[in-house]
């Protein structure tokens, strides 16, 4: 079966840290983009961060940059996002989801290229 498997959230205090895993199950990693997207309640998805395997290239939202880390592990198949110097803000559920079309700094957000996701994790961010 061919799915993708989101873990890693948690309750965590403002100014703390967490890593998401996006594990594949199925297939590689290798011809796709994996992106990480969020969902708090009452609003709409948003794209969080996106990692091309084939050559490194990373993209991030503003609220993302210098606080956040994608990192892809093609050895075990896998996907982080590392959340640094957490916000109340960043409290929702995550999402990694995977997309074999071409990427750009001005599209990879872009929800209806993304065929294949995982089930969500839940980030909690509260003192």
């Known amino acids: 079966e061919v799915q993708l498997q989101a873990s890693g959230g948690d309750l965590v205090q403002p100014g703390g840290s967490l890593r998401l895993s996006c594990a594949a199950s199925g297939f590689t990693f290798d011809d796709y983009k994996i992106a990480w997207f969020r969902q708090a309640p009452g609003e709409e998805r948003e794209g969080v961060s996106c990692?091309?395997?084939?050559?490194?290239?990373?993209y991030y939202a503003d609220s993302a940059k210098g606080r956040f880390r994608i990192i892809s592990d093609k050895a075990k198949n896998m996907v982080y996002l590392q959340l640094n110097n957490l916000k109340v803000d960043d409290s929702a559920v995550y999402y990694c989801?995977?997309?074999?079309?071409?990427?750009?700094?001005?599209?990879?957000?872009?929800?209806?290229?993304?065929?294949?996701w995982g089930q969500g994790t839940q980030v909690t961010v509260s003192s």
């Open positions: 989801a995977i997309t074999s079309a071409f990427v750009y700094a001005t599209s990879w957000y872009e929800i209806p290229q993304y065929d294949l």
């Open positions: 990692i091309d395997p084939t050559d490194g290239r990373t």
